[in-house]
């Protein structure tokens, strides 16, 4: 029943979502992918005041059918441009402006999956450089592509650092579930989520932000409460007609 259950829940939707992956076209390399601006952001002195954009786009090769990569884009104040921070696997792994703010990430478009501007975003700015500043796995070697820490991981550090986002990562960011260690419990600061995790590959979350979750090794299925989806391994949310 177990095995039943597993192959249900989280092998069938990724073996799917991998078989419908594998018939787009797509780079054959780093080289030739594009990486240009999308055009997603707004140009940044049309928005007045800070601002923080967490975004996502499919990586690439055989990896983009299980997961998308994460990064958070800042505006500090009025007039000022965008800053983009990323986790990388090569080289010092946490870099400041190496791609456009809204590039496409291996020809792929990315989407906004979560903003704050105005004042909310002049009183967390600081708060998010912070997080970002005081990422634990910042130095030569500290990127793991599975469980973590990856690229999602580190947006995941900053998003657990600032719960006054309210933002959430996809459920197909592979490596936000990351906790060193063998088991972690954590309840947010804000008391409106907790997660469970041994070693970043079995757990579960619920919560107002997280709905209810289950993971295996890296994949997620579960049910957004607060803007109703359905949550499906690899490839991400569905949301629900009423929502």
């Known amino acids: 029943m177990l095995l039943a259950t597993i192959a249900l829940l989280f092998l069938l939707p990724a073996v799917g979502t991998a078989a419908w992956w594998v018939t787009l076209e797509r780079p054959s390399s780093w080289r030739t992918a594009d990486w240009s601006a999308s055009g997603v952001l707004p140009a940044a002195d049309t928005i007045d005041g800070p601002a923080i954009f967490l975004m996502a786009a499919r990586t690439g090769g055989l990896k983009g059918a299980f997961s998308?990569?994460?990064?958070?884009?800042?505006?500090?104040?009025?007039?000022?441009?965008?800053?983009?921070?990323?986790?990388?696997?090569?080289?010092?792994?946490?870099?400041?402006?190496?791609?456009?703010?809204?590039?496409?990430?291996?020809?792929?478009?990315?989407?906004?999956?979560?903003?704050?501007?105005?004042?909310?975003?002049?009183?967390?700015?600081?708060?998010?450089?912070?997080?970002?500043?005081?990422?634990?796995?910042?130095?030569?070697?500290?990127?793991?592509?599975?469980?973590?820490?990856?690229?999602?991981?580190?947006?995941?550090h900053v998003i657990k650092a600032v719960p006054e986002m309210g933002a959430q990562l996809p459920p197909n960011a592979v490596g936000r579930d990351f906790a060193p260690g063998l088991a972690s419990f954590d309840i947010a600061d804000d008391w409106r989520d907790m997660h469970a995790t041994f070693g970043g590959l079995i757990g579960f979350a619920a919560g107002v932000r997280s709905g209810l979750e289950f993971h295996f090794f890296g994949l997620v299925a579960g049910l957004d409460f607060a803007r109703p989806a359905i949550k499906i391994p690899a490839y991400g949310r569905v949301p629900l007609w009423f929502s």
Not at 72 to 93: E, F, L, S, T
Not at 110 to 123: D, F, L
Request: charged letters at 25%; proline letters at 7%.
């Open 68 to 156: 998308v990569h994460c990064w958070i884009v800042i505006k500090r104040d009025h007039g000022a441009g965008y800053d983009r921070y990323d986790k990388v696997g090569w080289g010092r792994p946490v870099r400041k402006n190496s791609y456009e703010p809204d590039g496409r990430w291996y020809s792929n478009t990315p989407v906004i999956i979560a903003s704050v501007s105005g004042s909310e975003a002049a009183r967390l700015v600081a708060k998010a450089e912070t997080a970002i500043d005081a990422y634990p796995y910042r130095e030569y070697g500290d990127y793991t592509i599975w469980p973590g820490p990856n690229s999602n991981s580190f947006v995941a």
